[in-house]
């Protein structure tokens, strides 16, 4: 069964609630980012993980001490000899001693090794020094067949960071925005809530739960988390600290032109595939930190068409020189099949600007206005059900000096209409 929205942004689900749009582009690079993880993480255990299971079963170990350091070299030829070095140890197994000349298995052999050249064979020499004690390995049953270096060990545990990383951001993307359409504001704030008297409307416990300072109910405001754009952030950091790591490891282990070529491109990569990012995360950092929170606060709630009510808005800083507009919105959801397919359409029905304003609030600081809000007799209340929504939103809308727009949105819930038993303001 496909599904399909109308053009109005935002839809609802079976259960009478408003949820996002399917983000095509954003599913696919969350969903390749997991997958490219679990094949590097399926490939890297499938190597490196088996052969350090096969080592430890192979492999028993002890403590040896460094009798002296040799580069040998091997002339094949070419006019350019190649060097391994060796380090001559003795050990104890079973109360026997043993000296040998080793460091990895290469050593074992006559001709193999010799893949260094003299100042890289230097190097690894002089990680050690005549005296000191070392752990070494020697195969189970064969003490004679021992080693300083397993091979890839210490670089297979730091490479695991790649695919987990990219494990991590994968999923941890596609629950967002699974989340993100699944669930609502209006599912998070208003559930259904179903009364013998008004068996559709929604209940307001949630959005009154939380008493004002100047009126009686401070209002939920919803709009990108900052939760979002910190984890984003440490996220970012995270793949390009494992990505230089990795890219400066390989240029310092290079042995050549080749490998310094693979260390470099290795680098360019992974490091450009963060950057990548950056664009998503100056947008997700500048829609949640250019202007400061918003605070709307209502004399009385839930609203009753012909009824008047007073709104407080408090603007914190930094919002300099920021356009402000505040209008109660109401939107009409319809949800019906066609075929096979499930469509949803929503659209703007009604519109009612209360204020306009420009903010000039320094940082540190919060400015207040208030305003009222009166809906005309007539309209239609809150409703909620499975195939047909009636959401009413307290919106305000921002406008950045680059002309970007922010909006922040708080949920009303409207009753039907009753004549008033009290004075007009809520």
């Avoid at 050690?128 to 080693?147: N, T």
């Avoid at 925005?177 to 208003?190: A, D, G």
């Avoid at 930094?318 to 356009?323: G, Y």
């Amino acid at each position: 069964m496909s599904e399909s929205t109308g053009t109005q942004p935002g839809r609802s689900d079976a259960a009478g609630h408003r949820v996002g749009p399917w983000k095509l582009s954003e599913i696919v690079l969350f969903g390749g980012i997991f997958l490219i993880g679990l094949l590097v993480l399926s490939i890297h255990l499938l190597t490196w993980g088996r052969g350090q299971i096969e080592m430890r079963r192979r492999y028993d170990s002890t403590f040896c001490v460094v009798d002296r350091l040799v580069r040998r070299s091997l002339d094949d030829g070419s006019g350019q000899p190649r060097y391994r070095p060796e380090i001559e140890v003795h050990y104890l197994v079973a109360d026997r001693l043993y000296r040998r000349l080793i460091y990895d298995e290469t050593t074992w052999t006559r001709d193999q090794g010799f893949v260094y050249s003299q100042s890289k064979a230097d190097e690894i020499l002089c990680h050690y020094r005549v005296g000191k004690r070392y752990r070494c390995y020697y195969l189970s049953g064969d003490p004679e067949s021992a080693v300083l270096e397993p091979i890839g060990e210490f670089w297979g545990w730091w490479f695991l960071l790649i695919p987990v990383t990219l494990l991590i951001f994968g999923l941890t993307g596609l629950i967002y925005r699974v989340r993100l359409h699944r669930t609502s504001p209006e599912e998070r704030s208003i559930p259904v809530h179903r009364t013998d008297l008004y068996p559709t409307l929604p209940v307001t416990n949630r959005i009154n739960d939380s008493p004002g300072t100047q009126l009686a109910y401070r209002l939920p405001v919803f709009f990108l988390p900052v939760t979002q754009t910190v984890v984003g952030l440490m996220v970012m950091l995270l793949w390009v600290g494992v990505s230089l790591f990795g890219m400066i490891y390989t240029l310092v282990t290079a042995d050549g032109t080749a490998d310094v070529l693979l260390g470099l491109l290795f680098g360019l990569i992974f490091c450009g595939a963060a950057f990548a990012f950056l664009p998503w995360f100056i947008h997700r950092y500048h829609t949640a930190f250019d202007i400061g929170s918003t605070t709307l606060e209502i004399s009385n709630h839930p609203i009753c068409p012909g009824r008047k009510y007073r709104v407080v808005m408090m603007q914190s800083g930094p919002a300099v020189d920021v356009p402000c507009a505040v209008s109660v919105v109401c939107t009409e959801v319809a949800r019906y099949r066609q075929g096979t397919d499930t469509l949803t359409n929503q659209r703007e029905v009604f519109h009612l600007p209360l204020l306009s304003k420009t903010w000039n609030v320094p940082k540190g600081e919060v400015e207040s206005t208030d305003f009222f809000l009166e809906l005309p007799i007539g309209v239609m209340h809150s409703f909620l059900a499975e195939n047909n929504q009636i959401h009413w939103w307290l919106v305000v809308d921002f406008t950045r000096t680059d002309g970007a727009a922010i909006r922040r949105e708080s949920p009303l819930v409207v009753i039907p209409f009753s004549p008033p038993d009290e004075p007009a303001e809520g």
